[in-house]
């Protein structure tokens, strides 16, 4: 059982480049992308924490299944990565969902080590969702080979952009405005809101906690969805592949601030800022250290996160 | 006598009952495997022991201890290739080392409190692996493979009987849990549980809480590295992949949590029921490549803590187990 976290397999590097001020440029670009999607890929954690104190520690199995889950739409029904994005986010808002029913809702009945029956809990998730991923779709590398995204750049201004990644960024920032909107507009959104801030009360406003936290799971599940279809694009797709971004997700989170959605947002980009950084000045492989030592100096300097209010 | 005095001198007689039948096993148990297995399960006790000190008693819960691990292995491994330091000094100087770094790595992490605090522990585990995977003097991502010099334990090394791991292993995990005993109902042990339940509580009570969390990792890393010296012996090579991943962070917590947290016993009957599960259905049904093994330990692990939060040995204990409330 490796739960090793090596670094994701990226099909694009750019790596042995002399440093310049274009490379410099092109680098801070591709990690701003980069950045924007961590962000969509971490916020479905600060919701779900934010909204009942639970870190989902299968969190980067939940990407995985989203990923193979593009890639089984691609190979069996020939749907393009781009077009099957909504169908994934569908499907994973129904398995978040689920989750929580079935799992979940009982791992916060226990009344002693609550906290350590959440971890665990959901770290066996992790474990048994891998194992089924290399029972039922072998451990094999998988890649969708030909999309209308994959493999194409475009210039803006002599800096070239990776369109998978800049489409990426795109529907991460509006993904975050849409859950904007929709966190302070909707009635959902309030009960959400509502049941965040006492769950005891919202109960004896009529309002079903289980239901809203169902709800807050698919929505977690639908977002990670939404990372996982553009990701599938340009890295490899294997039963592991979410252990290196779980990590990545979680610095993330606690880098903003856990339960702040404006802050899974600034910390994606920090962190894919930070990333690119870094794979300019050390060997590519030690990359995640600028990630990880920044979160050290981050909580070091403000324990809370940077927006953390809990 | 009251009752705590009592159990505790039943604990002792217990755990020197159970030494004793260990230490006979190997008399009827000749296969190698087998005795691999329980040499296994004695070392992921008595690190789930360790491991159970600073997360279970003081309540801090660390999911990097694979750093101290891999620090106890690597040490040993590099003074005994590069300057033929006999392992057992090899061993301490680990010790000392991985105390030394909790300490230093305590003083900013201790002011972290829950997710914050087991996502550094997390990530420093992490740089930790990833610097001794680029650190081409100490074998970087090759490892180091322990020469072999003939069967000795002035050198540790054993290649045809697994009996002396098996007999240093039963040892190991008597210390560790005679230390815990002990500490249990020292100051230490009752200041620990204090500022598990309630830091703050504890703080205005006169308990130094920071200090109390020092000692806590100190003794835990110590005892982290111990094992993982011990670990480099018993398989002669290491490298980054094989003793400082999160895998064993995790698989030095489990025990523990499965057992039951914050108990003396629950690292030990953890251990005893998930290690020889880890390591049969690994070789029965894992060799298919096919994650079977997975799929069966991930279901039992997310079974036991749902249906038993307090851990197993809330099955044995007289007192009712906590039910949970419907919510």
């Known amino acids: 059982m490796m739960v090793a976290m090596d670094p994701g397999f990226r099909r694009d590097d750019m790596r042995g480049k002399p440093l310049t001020a274009?490379?410099?440029?092109?680098?801070?670009?591709?990690?701003?992308?980069?950045?924007?999607?961590?962000?969509?890929?971490?916020?479905?954690?600060?919701?779900?924490?934010?909204?009942?104190?639970?870190?989902?520690?299968?969190?980067?199995?939940?990407?995985?299944?989203?990923?193979?889950?593009?890639?089984?739409?691609?190979?069996?029904?020939?749907?393009?990565?781009?077009?099957?994005?909504?169908?994934?986010?569908?499907?994973?808002?129904?398995?978040?969902?689920?989750?929580?029913?079935?799992?979940?809702?009982?791992?916060?009945?226990?009344?002693?080590?609550?906290?350590?029956?959440?971890?665990?809990?959901?770290?066996?998730?992790?474990?048994?969702?891998?194992?089924?991923a290399q029972y039922f779709f072998t451990p094999d590398y998988r890649s969708i080979p030909a999309s209308m995204l994959g493999g194409k750049t475009i210039s803006f201004f002599g800096v070239f952009l990776p369109v998978p990644q800049l489409v990426g960024a795109l529907i991460s920032i509006a993904a975050f405005g849409a859950l904007y909107f929709f966190m302070k507009?909707?009635?959902?959104?309030?009960?959400?809101?509502?049941?965040?801030?006492?769950?005891?009360?919202?109960?004896?406003?009529?309002?079903?906690?289980?239901?809203?936290?169902?709800?807050?799971?698919?929505?977690?599940?639908?977002?990670?969805?939404?990372?996982?279809?553009?990701?599938?694009?340009?890295?490899?797709?294997?039963?592991?592949?979410?252990?290196?971004?779980?990590?990545?997700?979680?610095?993330?989170?606690?880098?903003?601030?856990?339960?702040?959605?404006?802050?899974?947002?600034?910390?994606?980009?920090?962190?894919?800022?930070?990333?690119?950084?870094?794979?300019?000045?050390?060997?590519?492989?030690?990359?995640?250290?600028?990630?990880?030592?920044?979160?050290?100096?981050?909580?070091?300097?403000?324990?809370?996160?940077?927006?953390?209010?809990? | 006598m009251d009752s705590f005095t009592q159990?505790?001198?039943?604990?002792?007689?217990?755990?020197?009952?159970?030494?004793?039948?260990?230490?006979?096993?190997?008399?009827?148990?000749?296969?190698?495997?087998?005795?691999?297995?329980?040499?296994?399960?004695?070392?992921?006790?008595?690190?789930?022991?360790?491991?159970?000190?600073?997360?279970?008693?003081?309540?801090?819960?660390?999911?990097?201890?694979?750093?101290?691990?891999?620090?106890?292995?690597?040490?040993?491994?590099?003074?005994?290739?590069?300057?033929?330091?006999?392992?057992?000094?090899?061993?301490?100087?680990?010790?000392?080392?991985?105390?030394?770094?909790?300490?230093a790595l305590g003083y900013p992490t201790f002011r972290l409190r829950g997710h914050y605090f087991v996502i550094a522990t997390i990530v420093i585990a992490e740089i930790g692996f990833l610097l001794f995977h680029n650190w081409e003097w100490a074998g970087a991502a090759l490892g180091i493979d322990i020469p072999v010099r003939g069967d000795s334990w002035a050198k540790f090394q054993f290649t045809r009987s697994k009996l002396p791991f098996y007999y240093f292993a039963l040892v190991f995990c008597c210390v560790a849990w005679l230390i815990t005993w002990w500490l249990e109902d020292s100051k230490w042990g009752f200041w620990w549980r204090a500022v598990k339940d309630n830091p703050d509580a504890a703080e205005s009570l006169g308990v130094?809480?920071?200090?109390?969390?020092?000692?806590?990792?100190?003794?835990?890393?110590?005892?982290?590295?111990?094992?993982?010296?011990?670990?480099?012996?018993?398989v002669s090579y290491i490298d980054p992949e094989s003793v400082m991943t999160f895998q064993f962070s995790l698989l030095m917590a489990l025990p523990a949590v499965l057992g039951g947290i914050g108990t003396l016993w629950g690292p030990v009957l953890g251990a005893v029921i998930l290690i020889p599960m880890t390591e049969l259905t690994r070789s029965f049904i894992g060799g298919s490549g096919r994650g079977v093994d997975l799929i069966l330990y991930g279901a039992v692990i997310v079974l036991i803590s749902l249906a038993r939060p307090d851990g197993l040995i809330g099955l044995f204990s007289r007192r009712p187990a906590s039910k949970g409330v419907p919510q």
């Open chain 1, 22 to 132: 274009a490379t410099i440029i092109q680098s801070l670009a591709s990690g701003l992308l980069m950045g924007l999607l961590y962000g969509l890929l971490a916020v479905g954690l600060a919701l779900i924490f934010g909204l009942m104190d639970v870190t989902n520690f299968a969190h980067g199995e939940f990407l995985m299944l989203a990923m193979y889950l593009t890639f089984f739409l691609f190979m069996f029904w020939a749907v393009d990565p781009l077009l099957s994005i909504p169908i994934v986010a569908a499907g994973m808002f129904v398995f978040g969902a689920v989750i929580y029913l079935i799992i979940i809702r009982f791992a916060m009945r226990a009344k002693a080590n609550i906290g350590m029956v959440q971890i665990f809990a959901t770290f066996g998730l992790a474990i048994l969702m891998r194992g089924l």
């Open chain 2, 208 to 234: 130094v809480v920071f200090n109390s969390k020092m000692g806590a990792a100190a003794v835990s890393a110590f005892l982290t590295a111990i094992g993982g010296a011990f670990y480099a012996q018993f």
């Open chain 2, 7 to 103: 159990r505790r001198r039943r604990d002792l007689i217990l755990a020197a009952f159970l030494a004793a039948i260990a230490a006979c096993v190997p008399f009827f148990v000749k296969d190698v495997y087998v005795q691999n297995i329980m040499v296994l399960t004695l070392m992921y006790a008595a690190l789930s022991q360790a491991w159970n000190i600073l997360s279970g008693y003081c309540g801090q819960i660390s999911l990097g201890h694979a750093l101290y691990f891999g620090l106890g292995a690597y040490t040993t491994a590099l003074l005994f290739t590069k300057f033929g330091v006999l392992p057992w000094f090899g061993m301490l100087a680990g010790g000392a080392i991985s105390s030394v770094i909790a300490l």
């Open chain 1, 185 to 310: 507009k909707t009635d959902f959104g309030r009960a959400l809101e509502a049941t965040r801030e006492d769950a005891g009360a919202v109960a004896l406003v009529g309002i079903d906690k289980n239901k809203v936290f169902a709800l807050g799971w698919g929505l977690g599940s639908a977002l990670i969805g939404l990372a996982g279809g553009v990701m599938a694009i340009f890295f490899y797709i294997y039963p592991d592949v979410g252990a290196s971004f779980a990590l990545i997700a979680y610095v993330t989170v606690a880098l903003g601030g856990f339960g702040s959605v404006f802050g899974a947002f600034a910390g994606g980009i920090i962190v894919g800022l930070v990333e690119a950084t870094t794979a300019m000045i050390l060997p590519p492989s030690l990359k995640s250290v600028g990630i990880y030592a920044v979160y050290l100096l981050v909580v070091f300097i403000r324990p809370r996160g940077l927006f953390g209010s809990i």
